[in-house]
């Protein structure tokens, strides 16, 4: 028996012997909570008290990926927009910078624009609920240093520009054991940690005000198992220890105490 498929709009038709069977769509996966609408910008509104925040840097990365006039990525991931509040629940950062190419003023809702967004339509303490599961970084997994400098590599240069992987990242992932060198101890100098423990990367910078006491972060820089570049050897956070500048670079940044740390836990 010969049969044909053939599909007509989102249903599927098999023909067999000039009989025709309909077959209905697969339905939609029940793990899916919104719903694809576009909206105009003046219906929504920034997430009030939102607990993620980005630096001048970082906002200016940000900005550079999504101006696909400057030959940016554009927007590619979907803005989460909750009916009932009004609110922006994912997404804050990227629609103030597309508010800034588009010339949109929040006040009079001048050059308004509509865009795509993911609506749900919860109250406002689950809205809550799912902005934390959104910026959580434990949901979100992190890159493996090797796989990543392996990927970056693949990448032409002038797109790298547009990725928020600043020059000093891209020395340190792609560039020699000297540049590698220079990039931490330039970097640590201000405060900033580059690749911590599993690789994760975080990029808070402090300035340092001379005979200043700083106010104590709420996140603080140093995490356990941290390894700080002093000069010429690193020195463990927590048990001490001195390396040699080698022998941390073998060690991937991270000390040999940090499971044990687990362990004791």
Known sequence: ????LHRIASDYTISCRGQQMTKAKPKLTRFQTFTPMRVLRSQM?????????MTEAQAKALSEALDVDGDG?????????NKSTGHIVGGNHRVLEIDAHEGYDAVTHANDYSIDVAAIDV??????????????????GQPEVDALRAFLGTVPEDDLAKTGFTAADCSYLLGSDADRAEVMNKELSVGEVLWGPNFQQRKQVVEIVEDEVPEVPK???????DLWLLGAFWSCEDCGTEYSYEDGKLMNGVCPCVPQLAGAA
């Open 1 to 4: 028996m010969r049969c044909s």
């Open 45 to 53: 509104a920034f997430m009030p008290g939102n607990p993620q925040t």
């Open 73 to 81: 990525v554009g927007l590619l991931q979907t803005i989460v927009w």
């Open 123 to 140: 109250p406002e303490a689950r809205e809550r609920a799912i902005v934390l599961a959104l910026n959580n970084p434990r949901l979100t």
């Open 219 to 225: 996140v603080p820089v140093t995490q356990p198992g």
